[in-house]
């Protein structure tokens, strides 16, 4: 009984096949790992960026800073027992911010 090694699928590049083939088995798995986590990433990342571009907002509010997406929203930060208002946003897997102004005390 011959076990005949697997047929790289066609859409692979020559030299990516040949160093696959060239690989040990432990490394095949990482390659495997890797290569399963960044389409998923990527794939992820097409997805965001596609329902950014659905959801654009058509208005901004009138005091929003140009450099401030319209999807931004407000948030308040407290540092060394002060408020402060913080324009927040996401940009990919990370949250952004930019200060806005201080928190008045009466409101």
């Known amino acids: 009984m011959s076990y005949e ?8 590049p020559t030299e990516i096949v040949n160093t696959l083939n060239e690989s040990e088995p432990r490394q095949l798995r990482d390659v495997a790992t890797y290569a399963e986590a960044l389409a998923e990433y990527k794939e992820r990342e097409a997805r965001l960026e596609e ?10 509010p009138d005091d929003l800073p140009d450099d401030v997406p319209a999807k931004a929203t407000i948030t308040i930060k407290e540092i060394n027992d002060n408020r402060y208002y913080y324009w927040q946003w996401r940009e990919g897997d990370s949250v952004t911010s930019k200060y806005k102004a201080p928190v008045n005390p009466d409101e």
């Open 5 to 12: 090694p697997p047929s790289p699928p066609g859409s692979l």
């Open 51 to 60: 329902s950014a571009d659905q959801d654009e907002v058509e208005e901004r």
